[in-house]
């Protein structure tokens, strides 16, 4: 409860290749917040969600450059999933990634909220640890689907399609988790 918890669901987050487009009847039919932390072997994520998430899926894409590269067109690497039966979550690496011993994931549902826990083992973007640096790309693209078929892409920094990191949002590795030094992104159009 006490790190620094980042909202996917804003109307300003429903987004695609084409611009804006939110198909939700309010944000609450789909509204996560997510929060990070870096462990010895595992980058862990945490999502708590607002809605009825059964039918949607995420992918989240992991660039480790160094900060001077975060930003520019290069290599990433992407872990992909969805709400499966009973607590489970349905999770792939994705194609760039060579090795996903360890990925993992599960969730819980208590009434309108959903609690999403998932662990990804740093080889799933070629390294044994946090970037030295402290700050490791990070995007989260969560595809909603509501009951009757209409998708909502939410998108937490990207303003295009997320198969490019140039959008990709920051997530710095702080000494406490409450620390209040995260870094801002403006765009100038």
Same mark, same amino acid.
């Given at each position: ?20 487009? $939110? ?39 992991? $660039? ?19 709400? =499966?039966? $009973?607590?489970t ?10 090795e996903?011993? =360890?990925?993992?994931?599960r969730?819980?549902?208590s ?22 640096s ?13 009951? $009757? ?24 590795l ?16």
């Open positions: 409860t006490s790190h620094v918890w980042s909202p996917v669901g804003e109307k300003c987050q429903a987004r695609f290749a084409q611009g804006p487009e $939110d198909n939700r009847s309010s944000i609450s039919e789909c509204y996560l917040r997510w929060a990070f932390k870096a462990g010895k072997e595992y980058f862990y994520a945490a999502a708590s969600a607002r809605g009825e998430l059964s039918r949607d899926s995420f992918t989240i894409f992991f $660039d480790p450059r160094g900060p001077a590269r975060l930003g520019t067109v290069g290599r990433y690497y992407w872990v992909s999933g969805s709400l =499966g039966p $009973d607590g979550l349905g999770l792939a690496r994705g194609e760039t990634s060579r996903d011993k =360890g990925l993992a994931g969730w819980a549902r009434g309108d909220e959903t609690a999403i826990e998932l662990r990804v083992p740093y080889a799933i973007f070629e390294a044994t640890s946090w970037p030295a402290g700050d490791l790309g990070i995007s989260i693209w969560w595809i909603h689907v509501s009951s $009757d078929g209409r998708r909502t892409n939410l998108m937490w920094s990207e303003d295009g399609h997320p198969w490019n990191p140039r959008w990709y949002g920051v997530v710095r702080q000494a406490r988790p409450d620390e209040s030094r995260l870094p801002y992104m403006t765009r100038v159009r």
